[in-house]
């Protein structure tokens, strides 16, 4: 990539893979970024799988769907299988820029680009190494696999963009050159501490003291059911508290059987697509968990604390990094994350609410964007600065 900023828009075609109607953190990035690069006066165009094909212009910019399959034990998710057809697609939109979500069976789109003379960005939305453990396959194993990956998608990709440092040292680790960092950002108008609502925290505390938030998607590598174990280990040190698990996936039969026969307080409510409904969730929680060990940012976590909720999170994850002393790391036992929760009730709710706020101030889309476009080249040209003479 040349570093030089840029005069007039760009068309920057963005493709990702993992993204449904219920999809968290991914789908979020997708759309605020879209946004801030139509803004810029870029033409992004994002080109991701379902079940049927569409072309949609809305407010993140053109969205292209191609047909693409469910991919089995992820509940729902679907992948651009059809290398001739995306391919073919690519060759029709003569991206000036691509962006790709996915360093697996997205790699080749690194390759076309290198043929097409189009400069490429892969963003980094999870550790390899991470999920991999998360499946069970044996840390060693797992580095391995992840290094081997890792230095094909440096290789394949101009940049490789990773949201914190944590993220970023599985590809220092394998000696990659072209890694930049970007931070991704939170909607401070949206969630902020004002939606707390005593009415709202009552009805699903169900009458117990302590109301916490679990806001996932129910996989695997999520880690779903250490909120659960959690919420067991406080009420077994007599904490009364009660959990509200806000997502769905795989998972949710066996969470939701393994509730009722341990008789825990636990209420599923789902995806909430509305999402004024879960920011006003997440500013009524006294804390939020975030177990997942293998998450590169956690943009969940980022709201609960923009609405004022500390969160308690992996210590085996990026998190700490993002929520600072905000909130609290445990390593991936539920007792620890019980012990975590028990430290925040201590303080003050006045100051760790604030505290959490002040947190994700730092967070802004519009410093996200700036970074992304950065990452393409793609920054507006400053406006020449004419002699002082003729400015007279």
Not at 6 to 23: E, K, Y
Not at 63 to 78: D, E, S
């Amino acid at each position: 990539m040349s570093g030089d900023d840029v005069r007039g828009g760009l068309r920057i075609v963005r493709l990702a893979n993992f993204v449904t109607s219920t999809s968290g953190g991914l789908r979020t990035a997708l759309d605020q970024l879209g946004r801030g690069y139509l803004a810029a006066g870029h033409e992004p165009v994002l080109v991701v799988p379902g079940d049927v094909g569409s072309d949609r212009h809305t407010a993140q910019g053109r969205v292209v769907t191609l047909p693409g399959p469910v991919l089995p034990g992820t509940g729902g998710y679907r992948v651009l299988a059809d290398r001739r057809r995306v391919h073919s697609l690519l060759d029709a939109l003569a991206p000036d820029r691509i962006e790709v979500s996915d360093r697996t069976t997205l790699r080749w789109t690194g390759e076309w680009a290198r043929r097409a003379r189009v400069p490429s960005v892969m963003v980094s939305h999870e550790t390899a190494d991470g999920v991999l453990r998360t499946w069970g396959v044996p840390p060693a194993l797992a580095a391995r696999a992840a290094d081997r990956l890792n230095r094909r998608t440096a290789w394949a990709f101009g940049r490789i963009v990773c949201t914190t440092e944590w993220a970023e040292r599985e590809f220092l680790r394998v000696g990659a050159r072209n890694v930049v960092r970007a931070p991704l950002g939170v909607d401070l108008a949206r969630c902020r501490p004002g939606r707390r609502s005593a009415e709202l925290r009552a009805r699903y505390a169900q009458g117990e003291r302590v109301l916490l938030l679990l806001c996932s998607r129910l996989s695997v590598e999520k880690r779903p059911g250490t909120a659960l174990d959690a919420l067991a280990e406080l009420r077994d040190a007599g904490v009364a508290a009660a959990l509200v698990v806000a997502g769905d996936g795989p998972l949710r039969g066996a969470l939701e059987r393994r509730a009722r026969e341990r008789r825990l307080p636990v209420r599923f409510v789902g995806h909430l697509a509305d999402r004024d409904a879960l920011a006003d969730l997440q500013a009524s929680a006294d804390v939020c968990l975030a177990p997942g060990p293998a998450e590169t940012f956690g943009l969940s976590a980022l709201e609960a604390l923009a609405c004022g909720t500390p969160v308690v999170v992996s210590a085996s994850s990026a998190l700490p990094e993002v929520v600072g002393t905000a909130g609290a790391a445990a390593v991936d036992t539920p007792g620890a994350f019980a012990s975590a929760v028990r430290g925040l009730l201590a303080e003050p709710e006045t100051a760790r609410r604030g505290a959490a706020r002040a947190r994700a101030e730092g967070f802004t889309w519009d410093r996200s964007v700036r970074a992304f476009l950065r990452a393409h080249d793609a920054l507006p040209a400053p406006e020449p600065r004419l002699p002082e003479e003729a400015r007279r």
